[in-house]
């Protein structure tokens, strides 16, 4: 059904490699074959940064491409005028195949998926400790988007210099999520950007958190000149400054890892997650699933799980926040 909605913009992020392998070739492609790689940096109302050979290039998406999304992320294929000028506008005309996407629901109640960021390999889920009170609902759901994701889950616990990270780090540690507890002192001197960048160098890490808890303040810390790589997109684009609802990539200085920043998220819409896909970061759990009933909610009374951790196959606490997990799918008050 989504896949073929109207409203779909992200049509074939699923489909099975047979039927790509097995689709003519598309007569388009001949025609673009002077096309370059790009990746995309940011998009604001339909425009596209690109980094083309080091050039921030803005661009449109090429009307053969339909309905087709394009994110953060994306490994794009532009064609036209890329020398990056003020004024010009390239075309993206292909989109590479995505290695990961990160989805979220707007809300519970929306049956439409969006797409936030492509290819990134991990999640960092930004959470202060105080000033706002930390939030595990909205942590869980953020790992339930990561985990259906197939994204690594990195939990960066802000302001460790008002409250102690000890309740928060017992509450993921059954989970094996590794977690990073910031001050904002050791942000200034840099001592604490390291214990950061040891968890990210080399990758594409998206950041998500909500308003307040520092995200921003850490990412300027792990990305020094980003007001000027913002303050470049901003000329390039040629609309000056606002509030963008978009995410922006950033290259992490020094190492070829890139930090997505991501707009402050109020809530994380998890409508589009599958449980099988969550359970699969679940290796030791997800034997114990062969013989669940059909369509197993894997909390209901006859889930196989139970037995299976009652025979010591796996740690119950897995299967504590395994199911605490899945258990937020469902939109409570104050998500
Ligand atoms: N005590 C303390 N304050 C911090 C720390 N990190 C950030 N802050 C403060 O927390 C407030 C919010 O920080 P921001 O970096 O703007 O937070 P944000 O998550 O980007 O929030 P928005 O800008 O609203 O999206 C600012 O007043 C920061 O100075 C920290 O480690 N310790
Ligand atoms: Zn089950």
Not at 17 to 43: C, M, Q, W, Y
Not at 174 to 182: I, Q, S
Not at 205 to 222: D, E, I
Not at 227 to 255: C, Y
């Amino acid at each position: 059904m989504r896949r073929y909605g109207k409203h779909t913009d992200e049509d074939d992020v699923r489909i099975r490699p047979d039927r790509r392998g097995s689709r003519p070739r598309s007569r388009n492609r001949p025609k673009h074959e002077d096309a370059v790689p790009g990746f995309v940096l940011t998009i604001d109302r339909g425009r596209i940064t690109c980094l083309v050979d080091g050039r921030k290039v803005t661009a449109v998406k090429a009307r053969e491409l339909g309905r087709k999304g394009i994110v953060v992320g994306d490994r794009v294929a532009v064609i036209g005028d890329l020398s990056g000028d003020e004024g010009t506008l390239a075309r993206v005309v292909r989109v590479e195949e995505r290695s990961s996407v990160l989805r979220r629901t707007a809300d519970d109640d929306d049956p439409y998926e969006r797409v936030v960021v492509a290819n990134a390999d991990q999640l960092a889920i930004v959470t202060a400790l105080a000033d706002p009170e930390p939030r595990p609902r909205l942590i869980d759901r953020c790992l339930v988007a990561a985990y259906d994701a197939g994204l690594e889950p990195l939990l960066i616990l802000t302001k460790a210099d008002l409250a102690p990270a000890e309740t928060l780090l017992d509450t993921y540690a059954p989970l094996g999520v590794r977690a990073v507890a910031t001050r904002k002192d050791q942000l200034a001197d840099g001592s604490g950007v390291d214990l950061v960048r040891a968890e990210i160098d080399g990758r594409v890490t998206a950041f998500v958190g909500h308003s307040g808890v520092g995200k921003t303040t850490l990412v300027n810390a792990l990305v020094p000149d980003r007001q000027r790589a913002t303050g470049d997109v901003n000329a390039v684009t040629g609309r000056g400054r606002h509030t963008t609802t978009s995410a922006l990539a950033l290259p992490l200085p020094d190492s070829d890892g890139w930090v997505i920043d991501t707009p402050g998220v109020r809530s994380f819409g998890l409508n589009h997650v599958d449980p099988s896909r969550v359970i699969h970061a679940f290796p030791d759990l997800e034997p114990g699933t062969e013989n669940c009933p059909r369509a197993c909610s894997h909390d209901e009374p006859d889930c196989a799980l139970d037995a299976y951790v009652a025979e010591g196959h796996a740690d119950p606490a897995r299967l504590h926040s395994l199911r605490r997990l899945l258990a937020t799918r469902e939109r409570r008050e104050g998500d």
